[in-house]
C-alpha cells in the first residue's frame, strides 16, 4: 500500500518566522489532503490538493503529483499555529493513509 | 452550517466493558468514516458507512462495530474493552462515498477521548 512519509517530525520556530512542511507519498495519489490538529485534538482541513498550488491566508499549499510530494508553508507563524500538521492520502483500497505528522511549536 | 459532532469528548471505562461513540455529519453529508488515533500507531481507518451501508473497512478486530442511520448519523461500538483501545476516536463526514469519489474532502469532528482503565 502507500506510504506517507512526513518531515521534520519535529519543528520549533519563533513566533513571526516561516517554515515549510513536506509531505512524501510513495505512490500516485488522486486524493490528498492537508489537516492541522490542535492541542485539543480536532482535525483542522487546511487544503485539498491533489495537484497543483492552494493559498488561504499565511498558508499555502503545492503538490507535485509527478513527484510524489506536496509540501505545506506557513508564513509569519503565529503561537495559534501550534500543533500537529498532517498529511492523508487515499490509497488503492480508497482509505486515508495519514503520515506521522510534523510537530509545531511556535514561541512567542 | 454546523460541522461534525462527535459526543461525548470523554469518556473512561473500564476493561471488559462496551462502549458507544455518536457522529453526527455535516448536514447533507451521507458518508461517515471513522479512525482511531494513537500515539504508537498513529491515524488509522476504521470503517467508513455511506446510506446505512458499511462501504469500507480497515484491520480492526471484531470487536470494532458500527452502524448509520437513516439521518445520516453514525455510531460506533467497541466490545470487551482493552487497555490498547485507549484512543482519540476520530469521525470524519464527506458528502459522497469516498470509495467511488476519491476527489472528496472528508471534514472531521472534534473526536472522543476514550481511556480504558
Known amino acids: 500500500g502507500i506510504q506517507v512519509e512526513q518531515s521534520p517530525p519535529d519543528l520549533i520556530l519563533q513566533e513571526g518566522a516561516n517554515s515549510t512542511l513536506r509531505c512524501n507519498f510513495s505512490?500516485?495519489?488522486?486524493?490528498l489532503q492537508w489537516f492541522h490538529q490542535n492541542p485539543w485534538g480536532q482535525l483542522i482541513n487546511l487544503f485539498y490538493i491533489p495537484s497543483g498550488t492552494k493559498q488561504n491566508g499565511r498558508l499555502s499549499a503545492t503538490t507535485v503529483a509527478t513527484e510524489r510530494y506536496s509540501l505545506l508553508y506557513i508564513s509569519s507563524s503565529q503561537t495559534t499555529d501550534s500543533g500537529v500538521y498532517f498529511c492523508a492520502a487515499m490509497d488503492s483500497n480508497y482509505q486515508l493513509i495519514w503520515g506521522a505528522g510534523t510537530k509545531l511549536i511556535i514561541k512567542p | 452550517k454546523a460541522g461534525v459532532t462527535q459526543t461525548p469528548r470523554y469518556l473512561i471505562k473500564t476493561r471488559g466493558q462496551q462502549v458507544t461513540l455518536s457522529c453526527s455529519p455535516i448536514?447533507?453529508?451521507?458518508?461517515v468514516s471513522w479512525y482511531q488515533q494513537t500515539p504508537g500507531q498513529g491515524l488509522q481507518f476504521l470503517f467508513e458507512y455511506f446510506s446505512e451501508t458499511q462501504r469500507n473497512k480497515g484491520n480492526f478486530p471484531g470487536r470494532f462495530s458500527g452502524r448509520q442511520f437513516s439521518n445520516s448519523r453514525s455510531e460506533m461500538n467497541v466490545s470487551t474493552l482493552e487497555l490498547g483501545d485507549s484512543a482519540l476516536y476520530l469521525c470524519a463526514s464527506s458528502a459522497e462515498v469516498l470509495r467511488q469519489y476519491m476527489n472528496t474532502e472528508a471534514f472531521f469532528g472534534q473526536g472522543t477521548r476514550l481511556t480504558v482503565v
Open positions: 505512490d500516485s495519489v488522486n486524493n
Open positions: 448536514s447533507g453529508h451521507r458518508s
